[in-house]
């Protein structure tokens, strides 16, 4: 979705601000919030990628002026209840009004804690042989999904070159259309900025992305 | 959900509290998590899963040919063999520094970062500042961060737009022969191994 989560090239947003000694936390909740996300990923009702389609589906005015761990919370809430893991009147009420729904396992505990915090994994067998070479130009798509994609605006009609190859990979696109895995190629697309950015743009810099196969084409 | 409440100024964290702990109360009562386990959620990445690891692998890069060459072949791996770092995630991607390319790592859509060696975001990645200009200009970034490097250097930023994640390794400082990674260690800092800053100067570390 064309999205104000895009932000890749944007103006207005002021200066870049480093905090000196920063904590990790901020405040106590925020550290309640990042554990209880990756605690409920444990019950897999949702994957990353529906997580982060749930962050851009809130509106303009939420996802611009809300702090990122309270954008979390509420997407946290918000996908809690509407998987049906609880119930909107046992957050009004702030405690549990009925049984949990049987997710064919037990409570998150200290023993799942380690594999909580490694990332993930989604590189998956490919499904075809790669369309495309190291080294070949090709074209970010001018495609304009209304639902979730990873092929940044600011890459879609540009040509640039394929510079890595990561194997197959579990395509965002449709996993949070309800769509399943659809493993793709995971390309690194190297572009020069003036084809970017224009011909005022720093000649000395370049710019890629990760590029799922279907996001490019061959020029 | 009472949305209205949020701009209330003071009372506005002690209402995100209060809501937190609700659903943390919902779902301990419904037998969905234990609350010491998010205790120690909390405790590792306040302790535990940080920058540090990041910069026990830079410095055994700039001290051991060998594993220099692993890292940049795959980072992964070569992490995973450290004991000081056990297994990290798929895809870490290590991109070396040069005296003519300067790398930069950034997420445009949301905060993908390298947690399993640089522990959680700081504030600054996730802006929307770092974000959206990082692409277009990073040298003005670079100047928010009291970094200048020379015209001729190249630029190279990479976008973090899938599962994929990238780690810089800065060049090691002129002065610094004979060091130990320990001592090495002292002067990566989270900045430079995301390509915002360079490593601190030797004769800044006593």
Request: proline share 6%; hydrophobic share 40%.
């Amino acid at each position: 979705m064309d999205g104000v989560h895009d932000m890749g090239g944007m103006d207005g947003f002021g200066k870049v601000e480093p905090e000196p000694n920063e904590p990790v936390f901020h405040y106590r909740w925020e550290g309640r919030v990042l554990a209880m996300s990756r605690a409920i990923g444990v019950f897999r009702a949702w994957t990353i990628d529906t997580s982060r389609y749930a962050i851009e589906l809130m509106a303009p005015s939420i996802y611009l002026t809300r702090s990122y761990y309270e954008k979390w919370f509420l997407r946290n809430q918000n996908l809690l209840i509407e998987r049906g893991l609880i119930d909107a009147d046992e957050v009004a009420a702030g405690r549990a009004l009925r049984p949990a729904k049987n997710m064919n396992r037990g409570p998150f505990t200290l023993a799942d804690v380690e594999k909580v915090t490694k990332r993930g994994s989604y590189g998956r067998p490919a499904q075809a042989p790669a369309k495309f070479k190291v080294g070949e130009r090709v074209r970010g798509k001018n495609i304009h999904p209304t639902t979730h994609t990873r092929l940044p605006r600011y890459a879609r009609g540009h040509v640039g070159v394929v510079e890595r190859l990561h194997g197959a990979h579990v395509f965002p696109d449709s996993v949070t259309t309800g769509k399943g895995e659809d493993p793709q190629w995971l390309y690194t697309v190297r572009f020069d900025a003036q084809e970017l950015w224009g011909a005022d743009a720093d000649p000395k810099l370049k710019v890629s992305i990760e590029a799922f196969e279907p996001y490019l084409e061959h020029v | 959900m009472t949305e209205q409440h949020h701009d209330e100024g003071s009372s506005h964290l002690t209402e995100m509290d209060l809501r937190v702990r609700a659903l943390e109360t919902i779902l301990v009562e419904k037998g969905y998590i234990e609350s010491a386990a998010l205790d120690r959620i909390v405790e590792l990445y306040e302790t535990k899963i940080g920058p540090h690891i990041g910069a026990q692998l830079i410095a055994k890069a700039w001290s051991d040919r060998g594993f220099r060459q692993a890292l940049l072949e795959d980072a992964s791996k070569a992490a995973s063999t450290l004991a000081e770092t056990g297994r990290v995630g798929e895809h870490l991607i290590a991109v070396e520094n040069t005296p003519q390319v300067h790398n930069m790592v950034v997420c445009t859509l949301c905060s993908c970062y390298p947690t399993d060696v640089l522990g959680l975001p700081p504030t600054w990645y996730k802006s929307f500042a770092y974000r959206s200009r990082t692409v277009k200009d990073p040298r003005s970034v670079l100047a928010d961060f009291g970094v200048t490097l020379p015209a001729e250097t190249e630029i190279r930023v990479w976008d973090s737009t899938a599962e994929t994640r990238y780690l810089v390794v800065p060049m090691r400082p002129a002065g610094t022969e004979g060091w130990s990674e320990a001592q090495l260690a002292k002067l990566i800092t989270r900045d430079c191994m995301i390509g915002a800053g360079l490593p601190i100067k030797p004769s800044e570390v006593a």
